[in-house]
Each structure stands twice: as C-alpha cells, then as structure tokens.
C-alpha cells in the first residue's frame, strides 16, 4: 500500500486590503467560522498643499472579515458574512473557550489596542461580531500580537500582548462584567516585541520575542524585573511562538532567520530540533488534535507543514516538511487549521463514457478556463468563486519518503469547466488501471498573503492506494 498527500484549493478570495491574520473558531458549533484581519497602509486625504500636509503619516486603516464555511457549496463553499471597518490589525485570536456561551475573538490593533468581540447568532440563520469591550495599552505604540492563557485551562481568562515599544501587557478578562484591565506591563525587548505567547500548561509563565533576536521567558511568580530565561539562539528578529496544547513542555519558534526550533521548555539552552524553511517564520500553529503536526507561514516561501513527531519523541534534529502549499504571490502571514473534518472531494454526478464531440469540446472549455486562471493568477485579481474559478492543486509524495520533497512536486492541474466530470473520469480510469483509492477525511486550512491581499482556503489529506494488480 502507498500512500500520497493531496491538496486542494476549495476558493481564493481577494481581500482588497493586505491580508496579515486568519483564525477559525475553536468553539464546538462554530468550527465553520472563519475570520480575517486587514492592514492598509493610506494616504491622509490631500485637503491643500502646504507642508502641514505632505507631513502627515499615513494611515494604518484595516477591516476584519467574518466568513462562514459550508463543505455543500461545491465551488464557493466560504461565504462573507460580515465586515468590519477599524484601525489596521496586527494580529487576532478567538478564546479557545466560550464566554457567557458565545464564542470571543481578540484584535490587537494599530493604535495600540486589544479589543473584544463577541459571536452570536442572527436571525437570518447566520451570525455576527458584536463590540464587547477595549483596553488601551500604551501611547503612539502598535500592538502587535495577543495570545490567551485557555490553551489548556479554562480559568482564569487573561491575554498577554507584545507591543512596537518592546513591551509586554497582561490583561485580565472578566466575562461576566464583559471587561478587560491592565494588570501588569513591562519592557521586554529593545525593538519591537513581535510575538508573546502563554506557556498554556502553567500560565504563570510567559514567552516573548523581539526584534532584537532574542527569545525570553517570564515567569509572573517572580516578578517582570528579569526573565527567567534569555535565548540568542536565534539570529534575527524573533516572531513567532506556540506552545504546544497536547504535549507539556513543547515549544516551537520561529524567525526571520528562517528556521522553525522545536524546544523542551525545561532545557531552553539548545532546541530538540532546527528545521530551515527558506523564509521569515511570520506564525507557526500546532495542530488542533495532532501533537506533531507544525503549520509555518514563511513569509517569501510559502506555508509548510512540517512533521516534528521524530523531533518529540527521539529528539530528531530536523523537522521533514510534509507538504508546500505554495500558491501565494505575496508574503505568507496568516494561517490556520480548522476543526472541521472535511470529507473528500465528492462526485455530485455518474460517469459515463463521454461522445467525441463531448469530449472535445470538455478539453476546449478546460484549456480556456486554465489559461484565464494563469491570466488571473499572474495578475494577483484571483477570484476563484465559480465552477470555472475552480483551482485545483495535487501533490503526490511516497509515505516514507519526506525529505525528498521540494515545490517542484507541485503541479497545476488549471481550472475546469466540469470539475465532477472530471473527477469521475479519473476515478474509471484509476479502476480500470487496477488501482483502488482509500479516501479519508482531510484537514480544512486557511492562509493569507499581504500585498496580494489574497485568502486562500485549502484541504490537505492523506490517500491510500491499493493496486490490484
């Protein structure tokens, strides 16, 4: 038996302002959720000429998407809900538990802000973001990145938040008064403090990282005066970490260096694991169920997916990247994996064997709808909301064979005017050559790029193959 790792591209959507954060909902009954944070660089709008004017900064604008996923629509199966219009987003986070029984998502913002919503449902069978409450936490700073203490425990809610001023701010959350309180702020970085992140199995300790290149960790119990640990393992600007909520003590950062490090929390002098992904580690998402599955957004190279199980368990030095998806033109920022197990790719239609005439003209409409997908493509305007939008993208790797891959595996299989037609012509063919597909459920993804202000919704799975021959 072999088996290959697939990928398909469900629907891209053009976020008309630059794509920077995307999170689905965690909350049982919400899994479908989807949202996307905005940040826009403007213009102040030219009321004259004189020099009070051209000196004006620009304006950090943005607009946070709401989207609900429905696996029934075929060939647009994300649909936009409701958007939001707000200072740019930095970075966004949903509770990992409900509060007052409803789902609460986090924003951290340009103007220095964190800022609560709540979900709730409407009465068009559908759901909305409602204001719950905002702090600020310091002047003329940019808050850039939030974490939840939930990750493993549900009690007490707080949210630690890096800002551009290298400082730290934790903050209370009561739901019960739906509000939010400043209880500790500190500097922790020279330059911007990128990233911070609870250690979810004692939340007492902190992680943050800076552009200073350093990775450190607090601990609350003692007190923000030192850190408890300073790591330069690292080589550049540190920004982005997640612990890991199935295995205690797990850790993975990452850098504008490039490299993906796995790290035991109890030894932060050397990592279990150095993995090099060829581009700034913007975000890094363990899986929601898989203790040893890593998302990377790697910012000029795309997201991977890399297998740290070696790297837990045996202390493997490198991580092998399971899968690419490389088709963003712009910066990988955002990404995320969804709860939602999705079923494979259905056939909504019985093959039968197709007349010349047919045939020919099923080649003809598939050749002019790949040729308007590279055109869209090229011309980052990528669209992919109909049946001729569809953009299909297959990547074919042996089980054991990880460390072989490289993003010349990809291959574009182009947009189609008859996507069941065509996928049931390749299942005849598949049996008629002996082979017998095993399909499992795979997992639902979501990422982002920046100037292409591009969202991409994907599903990665595994299949096994039995030959009959």
């Not at 040893?292 to 890399?306: K, R």
Request: hydrophobic content about 35%; overall charge negative; glycine content about 6%.
């Amino acid at each position: 038996m072999e088996a290959r790792r697939t990928a398909r591209t469900l629907q891209v959507v053009d976020t008309e302002y630059s794509a920077d954060a995307v999170e689905w909902c965690p909350i049982d009954k919400w899994h479908h959720v989807l949202t996307c944070g905005t940040y826009q660089l403007k213009n102040p709008e030219e009321k004259g000429s004189g020099d009070s004017e051209i000196n004006k900064p620009q304006l950090r604008q943005g607009r946070l998407y709401l989207y609900c996923f429905q696996q029934k629509q075929l060939y647009s199966p994300l649909t936009e809900v409701q958007r939001i219009e707000m200072p740019a987003i930095l970075d966004l986070k949903w509770c990992h538990v409900p509060m007052a029984g409803y789902p609460v998502l986090g924003v951290a913002n340009a103007e220095g802000s964190l800022e609560l919503y709540n979900l709730t449902p409407n009465k068009k069978n559908s759901c909305s973001l409602e204001p719950m409450c905002s702090v600020k936490l310091g002047p003329e700073s940019l808050a850039l990145s939030l974490d939840w203490s939930t990750g493993k425990w549900h009690e007490p809610v707080k949210i630690i938040s890096s800002d551009s001023k290298g400082c730290l701010s934790l903050v209370s959350v009561d739901s019960s008064r739906s509000a939010m309180a400043v209880v500790s702020q500190w500097k922790a970085h020279d330059f911007e403090a990128w990233i911070a992140a609870f250690n979810y199995w004692n939340t007492d300790v902190i992680y943050s990282g800076g552009d200073d290149s350093k990775l450190k960790g607090w601990d609350m119990r003692t007190g923000t005066n030192k850190p408890a640990f300073i790591s330069t393992r690292h080589s550049m600007g540190v920004c982005s970490i997640q612990n890991n909520p199935h295995k205690e003590h797990i850790l993975a950062t990452g850098s504008y260096d490039e490299h993906v490090l796995i790290w035991d929390s109890r030894q932060m002098k050397q990592p279990l694991a150095d993995t090099h992904v060829q581009g700034g580690v913007w975000r890094v998402k363990w899986h929601p169920s898989q203790e040893g599955l890593l998302l990377a957004a790697c910012m000029h190279n795309g997201y991977h997916i890399l297998d740290c199980e070696g790297a837990l368990a045996a202390g493997q030095e490198g991580c092998p990247i399971l899968y690419s998806y490389i088709l963003h033109n712009s910066l990988a920022y955002g990404a995320d994996w969804s709860r939602l197990s999705i079923d494979a790719q259905p056939t909504s239609e019985p093959w039968s064997e197709p007349s010349l005439l047919a045939e020919t003209q099923r080649k003809k409409d598939r050749e002019q709808g790949t040729k308007e997908a590279v055109v869209k493509f090229q011309h980052l305007k990528i669209q992919y909301e109909s049946p001729t939008g569809l953009f299909d993208m297959v990547v074919e790797d042996e089980a054991d064979d990880y460390g072989s891959r490289s993003s010349s595996s990809l291959q574009t299989s182009g947009a189609s005017q008859c996507p069941s037609t065509d996928l049931a012509m390749k299942e005849q063919q598949n049996l008629k050559a002996g082979i017998n597909w095993t399909k499992k459920k795979g997992d639902l993804l979501a990422t982002c790029s920046f100037y292409d202000h591009v969202l991409h919704v994907w599903k990665w799975e595994k299949n096994n193959t039995v030959s009959s021959t």
